[in-house]
């Protein structure tokens, strides 16, 4: 096992276990404000301070990563689940006009950055975590149709597929029986990645105000909260800020050691 | 070359019009009434429709839509329902601020990267490489927003070298409004050019192993020279597709850090907008903004076909 794949499944694991352990059992109540304890630096009580409503930064940031788990989460499961039927349909209709239109749609969604599509989504229903899913999850779409459609392609060129076909099978079953199976380590690899962007996205919607809204805990909003009192309490921006990073930068080494594992079975699966 | 240009430009024209009917109709379908929202819930119904008549909402969809292409097309965005003022000059102004960001960090994202992904593919394996490739893999985990804190809380309020927030205007000269987007345009390029990095090393590594620059250094050429002449063309097409997809991201990101430095950019103009549902503003910044990565895409493709000739004769 790689060192990145090591690295990035602790600090990957930890972030998870927070999130779940969170459900049961956080130092204080998240939601429990007690202003004589306000903004406190990192101390034995509150082991990552406290905010200024005088709540436990450890116990927001275990619910929070709930929030930014969930939220990237389903939505790279949006994106999988239109994208990759999209990509299958593309490569199994290789330079029709089916391809020709998947694709340039594809090309429009691209167009559209996550934090414009969010934009758009506020504009008409208003700001919420669900909309903030709903845009990273567009964004995703795009993203694992290309994905799909450059795995299959070659697979798609293999003897054992027109073996398949030659037994009768129709191309939605070869597409879900022998290519699916083929392109999974693609899929996973990317998964990852678009999971870490969905991270970073989240924060980035939740920290403009167009993502989870109070009292939902997220660590964009605790960033947005700190930003105006950074000066006298710099722990509130530092401590959400490092949970991010943490969390992404262990999904991108778990990202780079699950590439680096599944990489020769790829090329095998390419030849 | 003109058959390329002609069928990409067809390209771009079809994404430009159904990315606008996309935009529009989102926009229309939003609950709830301009001018109702305008004028509460207690207006007249006949204060109600001469003020709808007013703003155009009185004729049908397919009406305003063609109405708000033919106006974008002649530069007329039509009236904010909020302030009152052509959208074109609202949107012209905040593009001053916007913009330059947005340029301002590409330019140092390619900075930073073009030399760390260069230095990083000549020292394949050793420390150096070690260690700018452990630096992108943390600068592609900062949050772009969190990181402009950081600088703020360093370069501005303990070290007093940079404002906090704000913009001094180019009416101060080229210098002070470029001072005073630095800290800003920093944070956006970090994460930029961590990214841009990676792509330029790998990208470098692939051309390293090519047949002709064995090759050029069979011809005699130093390593520098192969790399110079050969490698860093044929590596460009990878590193030019990155830039190109990054300038969405630089704008989409620059409506971001504008909140971070209270910036009176695009990014408070669309939020403000949204806040007092000027929906024809929001209409007219995130179509601005979908132009702009469509048209930053086509310049791209052009880009490609004048690096690699090979790709004008396949399409």
Known sequence: ?271 | MLRYTLKRLLSLCISLAVASLVIFFVIEVAPGDPATFMLGINAQPDTLAALRAELGLDVPKWQRYLSWIGGLLTGDFGTSYTYRTPVAQMIADRLWVSLPLAIYALTLSTVIAFPTGIYAASRRGKAGDTAVMGATQLGVAIPNFWFAMMLVLLFAINLRWFSAGGFVGWDNGLGAGLWSLTLPAISLALPQAAILSRVMRSALLDVLGEDFMRTARAKGLTRGQALWRHGLRNAMIPVLTIIGLQFSFLLAGAIIIEQVFYLPGLGRLVFQSISARDLIVVESVVMLLVFAVIMVNFAVDLAYALVDPRLRSRT
């Open chain 1, 1 to 271: 096992m790689s060192r990145n794949l090591i690295i990035g499944g602790v600090l990957t694991v930890l972030v998870v276990l927070a999130a779940l352990i969170s459900f049961v059992w956080t130092p204080f109540t998240h939601t429990a404000m007690d202003i004589p304890q306000k903004l406190q630096t990192p101390n034995m009580t509150h082991w990552l301070g406290t905010d200024h409503f005088g709540r436990d930064i450890l116990s927001l940031i275990m619910v929070g990563a709930r929030t930014s788990i969930a939220v990237a989460f389903v939505a790279v499961g949006i994106g999988m689940l239109i994208g990759v039927p999209l990509g299958l349909w593309a490569a199994a209709r290789n330079g029709s006009w089916i391809d020709e239109l998947i694709m340039r749609g594809n090309d429009l969604v691209f167009a559209f950055p996550s934090l414009v599509i969010a934009i758009l989504i506020t504009a008409v229903f208003g700001a919420s975590a669900i909309n903030a899913i709903i845009a990273i999850g567009i964004f995703n779409i795009p993203v694992f149709a290309r994905v799909t459609r450059g795995g299959a392609l070659p697979i798609l060129a293999r003897e054992f597929i027109m073996a398949a076909r030659v037994s009768g099978k129709g191309d939605a079953r070869i597409a879900f029986e022998h290519v699916l199976g083929n392109v999974a380590n693609l899929l996973i690899v990317q998964a990852t990645i678009q999971f870490s962007l969905g991270i970073l996205a989240e924060a980035a919607l939740s920290y403009v105000g167009l993502g989870a809204q109070p009292p939902t805990p997220s660590w964009g909003r605790m960033l947005a909260d700190a930003q105006t009192l950074v000066s006298i309490a710099p722990h509130m921006a530092l401590i959400p800020g490092c949970a991010i990073i943490i969390t992404v930068l262990g999904l991108n080494l778990l990202g780079d050691g699950l590439r680096d594992m599944l990489d020769p079975r790829l090329r095998v699966a390419r030849v």
